[in-house]
């Protein structure tokens, strides 16, 4: 038996990276699952999203673990075509018990045009704000929220990650307070909701030359190879960036009855990268 058989979950930027692996980490506990990604580029983002072929993958993994998958082609900016689709969600696998608002986008470094601080703020923020209230109407006492954050919002901004990267930091800080104080309002409903936030990760929202450029600016086409010494620094613990998988541990105990009682939650996974950076207040 899993942690969370007969449930499903809807997560939005199912295609790849951290959603993909939310969805196969859930499928393993037995929850079937409704996958929703954009499959195509955004205008202001500097590095390429998923494809049609990825979401399609990703359903073929949820699959092999025995449960059932639905995806959708859906764009998270746009409120009536994602809750449209949530609704088509549920009509195809019966119920919704887990909200994983995970879509998102991180266009870094000063190269970044000025479209993309509108475009980031809007995946990363009306994106969560977008699922999760087209989500609550098929929810029931007992449901659990998990928005995904970012190490980003509570360290802030700096002068080197451009327009995307500073809506990045700004639409994750934001998340963070709509999770804290949402939290108290569907409790009155037993329905729970937390954030994850983790620090870099071993993605695609990594791994291009705009986020390079932000760990060495003095570069004028980093690799990972000149950056991967410097990813360290940031943490407590000499990782240069965790993996999907860990922050898929996360999201599958905040999904199921381990944490029943735990709502409104920051949980960071970073390495120590918040005890590292943030003096202590007390």
Not at 35 to 60: F, H, S
Not at 129 to 136: A, T
């Amino acid at each position: 038996m899993g942690k969370l058989d007969n449930k499903v979950a809807v997560i939005s930027g199912g295609a790849r990276g951290q959603g993909r692996s939310h969805a196969v980490a859930l499928a393993k506990e037995g929850a079937s699952v409704i996958l929703l990604d954009i499959c195509q580029d955004i205008e202001g983002n500097n590095y390429p999203l998923a494809r049609r072929e990825d979401l399609d993958e990703t359903v073929n993994l949820v699959e092999k673990e025995g449960v059932k998958a639905y995806a959708i082609e859906c764009d998270v900016r746009e409120r009536s075509q994602t809750w449209d689709a949530v609704a088509e969600g549920v009509r195809e696998l019966g119920r919704l018990d887990i909200v994983v608002a995970n879509a998102g986008i991180c266009p870094m470094g000063k190269r970044a045009p000025l479209q993309s601080w509108s475009d980031t703020i809007d995946v990363d923020l009306a994106g969560v704000f977008n699922l999760v209230q087209g989500s609550l109407q098929h929810l029931e006492s007992g449901a659990s929220i998990i928005a995904t954050g970012s190490l980003a919002a509570q360290l802030g901004a700096t002068g080197n990650q451009g327009a995307g990267g500073s809506a990045y930091s700004l639409a994750k800080q934001v998340v963070a307070r709509y999770v804290n104080d949402l939290s108290p309002i569907l409790g009155r409903k037993g329905i729970r909701i937390n954030a994850v936030h983790p620090t870099n990760c071993n993605t695609d929202m990594l791994h291009n030359e705009g986020m390079y450029g932000v760990f060495r600016p003095d570069l004028e086409h980093p690799t990972l190879d000149d950056v991967k010494p410097v990813f360290p620094m940031m943490h407590s613990l000499k990782v240069p960036y965790i993996e999907p998988q860990d922050v898929s541990n996360a999201v599958v105990f905040l999904a199921s009855e381990d944490s029943r009682y735990i709502t409104g939650m920051q949980l960071r996974i970073d390495a120590g990268g918040y005890a590292k950076t943030i003096p202590w207040k007390g």
